[in-house]
């Protein structure tokens, strides 16, 4: 008689942990919002460092300096490439603008050809220039998209020891799946910094396509900031990892750097 108790009472505790489970979950469209709503200051300037490793092992360097500033509720995104010589002056600048209607405007300045190109919104799920991040990828950074996914929240796990909920996106509409190159991605979001530690990814076609691991996240002038990225591509065995280095918030930027003529002229 005991023994059957015992396992009523088993039985009962997994239930009764499994529904106030279910209850605790957040909605996955109100994580993926605050992801948005954490404090990144006003502007920041920092150093990124990208390594482009191939599948034969073959790793090459690119030095370049990014700068964030938000413009009201507009963010904007420059980056300057520095070294090597080969994509010197290379140049990269974003509009994200807060309206879900209004798509963002991009542009990308190539120096061997003299000439800026505009990124249009079928193109964001290109690969950004040789990396393993698309041009969506970089804007959003650690952020996930408000607008793009239908979410669903389906569990909780420990990421580096800190507590993550795991959303399910799939994209709204075929138009948005070809857009992005995504059928499928699943985030693991921090349930206290609100920021990305992981995102795996599916191509359009439903296969295993990537895997995003950010790591030595760490408050910088009181802002959470990262230092590391690592994205696998495991369809072409490439990966590109992303150092952050010499992160400064407090410094002003003049708003002349994110503009086109600056794309051209340079730091």
């Known amino acids: 008689m005991k023994t059957i108790i015992s396992v009523l009472v088993f039985i009962l505790t997994i239930n009764s942990s ?41 790793i090459r360097t690119r030095k370049t300096t990014a700068l964030r500033k938000y413009f009201g509720k507009e963010k904007r995104l420059a980056i300057f490439y520095e070294t090597p010589s080969s994509v010197k002056g290379t140049a990269f600048l974003t509009f994200d603008y807060p309206e879900a209607s209004k798509d963002d405007d991009q542009w990308l300045y190539l ?35 408000k607008e793009d996914y239908n979410y669903t929240t389906i569990g909780i796990e420990k990421i580096d020891n800190h507590d993550c909920y795991i959303i399910e996106a799939i994209p709204k509409n075929d138009a948005t799946k070809k857009e992005l190159g995504y059928s499928k991605v699943k985030f693991w979001v921090d349930s206290k910094l609100w920021m990305m530690r992981k995102s795996e990814s599916w191509d359009v076609a439903g296969n ?39 992160n400064d918030y407090q410094t002003e930027l003049s708003d002349d750097y994110f503009t086109e003529e600056a794309l051209v002229n340079g730091l």
Not at 26 to 54: V, W
Not at 119 to 138: M, P, V
């Open 18 to 58: 499994s529904i106030f489970a279910q209850q605790t979950l957040m909605d996955g469209q109100l994580i993926a919002k605050k992801t948005h709503e954490r404090n990144e200051g006003i502007s920041l300037k920092r150093n990124l460092i990208m390594e482009l490793k191939d599948k034969r092992g073959k």
């Open 208 to 246: 295993f396509l990537k895997t995003v691991k950010i790591s030595d996240i760490k408050k910088v002038q009181n802002i959470w900031t990262i230092s590391h990225i690592l994205v696998i591509n495991h369809k072409t065995k490439h990966e590109t990892i992303f150092k952050f280095e010499n």
């Open 111 to 145: 120096p061997a050809l003299r000439k800026t190109r505009r990124i249009s919104a079928a193109n964001r799920g290109d690969y950004f220039l040789g990396t393993d991040l698309t041009y969506e990828d970089i804007k959003l950074e650690t952020k996930i998209s």
